[in-house]
């Protein structure tokens, strides 16, 4: 079967860091999306992970361990715009995880 | 470029009626998608295309229809909506390769169905 599990809300402060994890289980994985979504708008890009490791990308990194069917996205300097919902997918079936609501605080 | 470009934005439908859910881009993409998006539920592939003149299911394709005539457009089409169909629909279309390359998302259709 396909599953992928995020966590559905979490909260930090402006100028932390914070770890959004992705479990997944697929059959035929390719790789990890993370697509970030703002309130009442489209998906937009934010990475993309085929092999294990940390990828950086200014603020924002993601890693994977395909042995472990696990991922996440840190996002650092948090700042009062990164609040949004970020969504993990699976690829090549684009299976998406139900999104991590993100509230940033003062 | 305008890329994706989805029509209506918003649309409310009784039981029953049918309509076609607009999508184009601009960016000569083969591959392109629809989802749609329920709270909750996260996005669920409905159909897609790699390319014009192909399209196949996803995880979702029961009470819609897709057609791929050309590179640029790939609408989607309601039989009959029914209430469950309730949805924000969002259309998808990215470079090559539909599980290797970041898709580009339109703005999305806010359907209700009464």
């Known amino acids: 079967g396909q599953n992928i599990d995020q966590p559905t809300e979490m909260t930090a402060t402006e100028g932390a860091i914070v770890q959004i994890n992705c479990t997944y289980q697929?059959?035929?994985?390719?790789?990890l999306f993370w697509y970030q979504q703002h309130a009442g708008e489209a998906p937009t890009f934010l990475s993309y992970?085929?092999?294990?490791g940390l990828e950086e990308k200014g603020r924002f990194s993601s890693f994977l361990s395909r042995s472990k069917g696990y991922s996440y996205l840190l996002l650092k300097e948090l700042q009062m715009k990164d609040s949004a919902s970020y969504l993990c997918?699976?690829?090549?079936?684009?299976?998406f995880g139900a999104g991590t609501r993100l509230t940033v605080k003062p | 470029n305008a890329g994706v470009t989805q029509t209506p934005k918003f649309q409310v439908l009784k039981t029953g009626q049918s309509m076609t859910l607009q999508c184009a881009q601009d960016?000569?993409?083969?591959?392109m998608s629809w989802y749609r998006q329920d709270p909750g539920m996260g996005l669920r592939l409905i159909h897609y295309?790699?390319?014009?003149?192909?399209?196949d299911q996803g995880e979702v394709p029961n009470g819609y229809n897709v057609s791929r005539s050309t590179t640029e457009d790939f609408p989607l089409r309601l039989l009959s909506a029914a209430p469950s169909q309730t949805s924000v629909y969002f259309c998808?279309?990215?470079?090559?390769?539909?599980?290797?390359?970041?898709?580009?998302f339109g703005p999305g259709t806010r359907l209700t169905v009464l």
């Open positions: 998808a279309s990215s470079q090559a390769n539909l599980g290797n390359n970041e898709q580009f």
């Open positions: 697929t059959s035929g994985f390719n790789g």
């Open positions: 992970n085929v092999l294990d």
């Open positions: 997918a699976a690829s090549p079936l684009m299976r």
């Open positions: 960016m000569n993409h083969e591959y």
């Open positions: 295309s790699v390319g014009a003149g192909i399209t």
